[in-house]
């Protein structure tokens, strides 16, 4: 999978968001990495939506993610969720699907 600067940004920013709450990667921590990135249309999401940065990270914190698989995947440098790498996937292919 080709990544862009700003998508290796995002997924830095999501693993230390990750390791503040439950060490593994998860969907939710995506969105919280995408907040953190103040560039184009992930700056337009901070100034459209200022509630969604504590409604994520609450989020994070209360829903027990002990049940689901983890694995690794590249880049990723912790473990992420089963549900992180589908999401990581239907990206992918979305990418490819559009060019």
């Known amino acids: 999978m080709k990544l862009t600067l700003r998508t290796l940004r995002i997924i830095k920013y999501a693993e230390k ?3 503040k709450t439950t060490k593994v990667v998860h969907p939710v921590h995506l969105l919280l990495g995408i907040l953190l990135e103040r560039t184009s ?3 337009e999401l901070n100034n459209n939506y200022p509630n969604l ?3 994520l990270n609450r ?3 209360d829903i027990n993610f002990a049940d689901e698989q983890r694995v690794s995947y590249e880049p990723f440098k912790i473990k ?3 549900s992180t790498k589908d999401v990581m996937e239907n ?3 979305l990418m490819k699907r559009y060019k």
């Open 53 to 55: 940065w504590d409604k």
């Open 91 to 93: 990206a992918n292919n």
């Open 41 to 43: 249309v992930c700056a």
């Open 59 to 61: 989020r994070a914190k």
């Open 80 to 82: 992420i969720a089963r």
């Open 17 to 19: 968001e990750a390791d």
